[in-house]
Structure formats: C-alpha cells, structure tokens
Nanobody, 120 residues
Framework: QVQLVESGGGLVQAGGSLRLSCAAS????????MGWYRQAPGKQRELVAT???????NYADTVKGRFTISRDNAKNTVYLQMNSLKPEDTAVYYC??????????????WGRGTQVTVSS
C-alpha cells in the first residue's frame, strides 16, 4: 500500500503565502514524477506544477513566477511554495505521484487534497 498525505492548506489573505507538503509512504520502490493539481468549485481539475526525480519542473502559466515546486527525494516528499496568492488560487490542491512499488508495479497515486482559500 502507498499513501500520499498533503498538509499545509488553509485560509490566507490575497498577497499572502502558503507552503503545501505531500509525503508519500508505504511500499515504495521509487518515485518518478510528482506534482500538484487543483480543483476549484465547478471547474475541472488542472495541473499546477510537476517535478521529475531529477528536478526538472513544469508550471501552469497562471502560477509561473509565484509558485515554486520542490522535492526531497530522501523523504519522498514534494512541496509547493505559493507566494503572492490571489483569490482565483482558491481550490482544493491535490498531490500526485508516479510510483513504482516494491512489487515493481507502476501506479499513479493521488492524495485526498487540502483546501486553500484566498480571501480578497
């Protein structure tokens, strides 16, 4: 079994910052790409940022220059530093990871999500 557990969401005023964390645990052999997605009410889930095991990153245009994704491979943890937050960043943020488990099977795992609310 593999689990992804997010933390760090909350309520913040526009212009503020939050840092999300997502820790992967369980029967993990290796983790390839990790990322963050978000889903606002009434909208589809969308990509926020991804990072490969080698550290290559990719960002949605809407967050470039404001959000930074990073990871600690030793801790199987991915982070999302969110600065200059806007009300339109309000959403449930989900962690995602491409994991090979100890049985050498590949799966795409999702966390349960953490709420981020930005007030104007």
């Amino acid at each position: 079994q593999v689990q992804l557990v997010e933390s760090g969401g909350g309520l913040v005023q526009a212009g503020g910052s939050l840092r999300l964390s997502c820790a992967a645990s369980g029967s993990i052999f290796s983790i390839n790409r990790m990322g963050w997605y978000r889903q606002a009410p009434g909208k589809q889930r969308e990509l926020v940022a991804t990072i490969t095991s080698g550290g290559s990153t990719n960002y949605a245009d809407t967050v470039k220059g404001r959000f930074t994704i990073s990871r600690d491979n030793a801790k199987n943890t991915v982070y999302l530093q969110m600065n200059s937050l806007k009300p339109e960043d309000t959403a449930v943020y989900y962690c995602n990871a491409d994991i090979i488990n100890t049985a050498r099977s590949y799966y795409d795992y999702w966390g349960r999500g953490t709420q981020v609310t930005v007030s104007s």
